[in-house]
């Protein structure tokens, strides 16, 4: 395995993200729980991988060990290595626009997602809901 491979499963169960690969090994947790023997928990450990390399479309099949505490030796990558920072610099008079405008983005874009108990017909079933609080 090198950098930008991807996983697609774990002992034949499809794993498409980093919560299904921590369910994996919590199986695998589960399954070490129960051995007595070094034998038996190398058994437990050994597991077959299928992973696509990067930049290619066919998938390799490969066998691996995972260490006692279940480690193998891959990690989540992070969010902020898909997003570049931006910077922009306004002078002082341009910045309290720029800090309007910014805020009311911000604050249109919260209120569409929320569903707001003010409107719409379901806003007496909040208020009744929080009246019996």
């Known amino acids: 395995m090198k950098a930008g491979d991807v996983i697609k499963s774990i002992n034949g169960k499809a794993v498409e993200t980093w919560s299904d690969m921590n369910y994996q090994t919590g199986v695998l947790d589960d399954v070490m729980a129960v051995k007595n023997t070094h034998k038996d928990s190398l058994a437990a450990r050994s597991v077959v991988l299928t992973v696509q390399h990067k930049g290619a479309t066919k998938l390799d099949t490969m066998r691996m060990v995972m260490t006692p505490d279940l480690k193998l030796g891959v990690y989540q990558s992070s969010l902020a290595s898909f997003y570049k920072p931006v910077q922009v610099q306004y002078s002082f008079l341009e910045s309290f ?5 910014a805020w009311l983005e911000r604050s249109t ?14 806003s007496k079933e ?4 929080r009246i019996d609080w």
């Not at 626009?97 to 405008?101: C, D, E, L, V, Y």
């Not at 874009?109 to 379901?122: E, V």
């Not at 909040?126 to 809901?129: P, T």
Request: hydrophobic share 45%.
């Open 97 to 101: 626009p720029a800090g309007a405008k």
């Open 109 to 122: 874009r919260l209120c569409w997602q929320l569903p707001l108990p003010c409107f719409g017909r379901w």
């Open 126 to 129: 909040y208020w009744r809901l």
